[in-house]
């Protein structure tokens, strides 16, 4: 089992920057992908990035350029920059933990709000 929290969200103004955490606990084994995906209202999941433990990034085409995903794989947290951001980027974003097709999990979620 593992467990992530995550942190960081909050009101920014466009153009703004904000930065996610999401810190994973529990049974973690080495191979894993961790990563950020969002939904906003009356849309379904999208891909925001992921990261393997090797450092190999994905990111969804919306985000490409403006945000900017990391990790600490001594502290099992993974880290989303977020800059340039625009209203269409206000959504719940939920930080995911998986293990190949074995083992995934999500956490709770972080409202963004892109606003002026």
């Known amino acids: 089992q593992v467990q992530l929290v995550e942190s960081g969200g909050g009101l920014v103004q466009p153009g703004g920057s904000l930065r996610l955490s999401c810190a994973a606990s529990?049974?973690?084994?080495?191979?894993?992908?961790m990563g950020w995906y969002r939904q906003a209202p009356g849309k379904g999941r999208e891909l925001v990035a992921t990261?393997?433990?090797?450092?190999?990034?994905n990111y969804g085409e919306s985000v490409k350029g403006r945000f900017s995903i990391s990790r600490d794989n001594a502290k099992n947290t993974v880290y989303l920059q977020m800059d340039s951001l625009k209203p269409e980027d206000t959504a719940v974003y939920y930080c995911?933990?998986?293990?190949?097709?074995?083992?995934?999990?999500w956490g709770q979620g972080t409202q963004v709000t892109v606003s002026s």
């Open positions: 995911k933990f998986s293990i190949g097709a074995r083992y995934d999990t």
């Open positions: 529990g049974r973690i084994f080495r191979e894993n992908v």
């Open positions: 990261i393997n433990n090797g450092g190999s990034t």
